[in-house]
């Protein structure tokens, strides 16, 4: 138990820095060795994990090469977007601007409009 608590502290932290750092790495990085490991964590069974990849993945769609993050970035925000778990759906909403900031206008209008009154209204 303590072990799976601490495993997943790391997988927390490690989702945090990589938003963190994406800046640095530039966006052939993030795309071959960020995003990867944030698709992964997207889809982790422990929801803070996912609440974390939640709050962070704006840094890294901003980051990442804009065609692919509308491609393979913004699907896996969605999905997030969706969470059984209220926590990671209320994690989309706090990051939603620095998502819709890196995407085209088009994207934004699309996706992220629809997404934002969809949010609002979730209460739990």
Known sequence: EMAQEEADEYRMTAMKLLGELS????PD??????????????????????????????????????????VSLVPVYLTLADDEIWGVRKAC??????????????????SILPLFDKLAADVK
């Not at 909403?93 to 209008?109: F, K, Q, T, Y």
């Open 93 to 110: 909403a706090e990051s939603m601007s620095d998502v819709a900031a890196a995407l085209p206008a088009d994207v934004r209008g699309q």
């Open 23 to 26: 800046f640095i790495l530039g």
């Open 29 to 70: 990085t993030v795309k071959d060795k960020v995003s990867p490991t944030v698709i992964s964590l997207a889809t982790d069974s422990m929801f803070r994990v996912r609440k974390a990849t939640a709050l962070h993945i704006g840094k890294v769609c901003r980051w990442a090469p804009k065609d692919y993050a509308v």
